[in-house]
């Protein structure tokens, strides 16, 4: 059975056809909330990004153009929701903010003090990622975040494969550093 392109789903949304929107969403919504669930910890917070990151791409639709993959178009208005609504809520790391923390029962994964200690390593995973070279970052996003294998960054980046496995490998090796050199100070 023929499938519409990305691309040709987002030039009927364009066009206003909803139909079309709703295929994309239909295909893009699990890939693009395990990109945000990988960033946030919290599910309603990536369900929340999604959502707008969605409602952003129908808002925006009349300035679509077709110079790229469409994935690429889709994740970067998502990527750049997320980091302007990070900059707007960001709280210093050493705050304990109740409502970021709720007690809601006994339970070990509940207490503030485990909660606080998720929340730091996410952190300190996020920055040692936003530290890396850009060439590595974006091979280890799209893998790790984006769920993308090898051969999708391939064609996506224009790169051979060979060099998406030595940027991941390089990427992982830098992480491991970044984050063993984190823990021991």
């Not at 987002?10 to 139909?19: H, N, S, Y």
């Not at 077709?66 to 208005?77: D, N």
């Not at 980091?83 to 923390?101: A, C, G, W, Y």
């Not at 790790?144 to 990427?171: C, F, N, W």
């Amino acid at each position: 059975m023929w499938e519409p392109s990305d691309i040709e789903l987002m030039l009927r949304t364009k066009a206003g056809d909803t139909l079309a929107f709703q295929h994309i969403v239909a295909r893009y919504r699990d890939p693009l909330l395990r990109f945000f669930r990988a960033v946030l910890e919290d599910r309603s917070l990536a369900e929340d990004c999604t959502q707008e990151t969605f409602m952003r791409l129908w808002l925006t639709r009349e300035r679509y153009e077709p110079t790229g993959k469409f994935s690429t178009y889709l994740y970067g208005i998502g990527k750049h929701y997320w980091l302007n609504q990070r900059k707007k809520v960001q709280l210093p790391t050493t705050s304990i903010d109740t409502e970021m923390f709720p007690i809601l029962s006994a339970d070990r994964a509940t207490e503030p003090e485990t909660l606080l200690l998720q929340q730091t390593r996410q952190t300190r995973i996020r920055q040692a990622i936003a530290a890396l070279p850009l060439h590595y970052r974006i091979v280890f996003e799209r893998c790790h975040l984006e769920g993308l294998s090898y051969a999708e960054i391939s064609d996506q980046l224009e790169i051979p494969i060979g060099t998406v496995k030595s940027r991941m490998s390089e990427a992982v090796r830098r992480l491991r550093t970044a984050l063993t050199e984190r823990e021991g100070t």
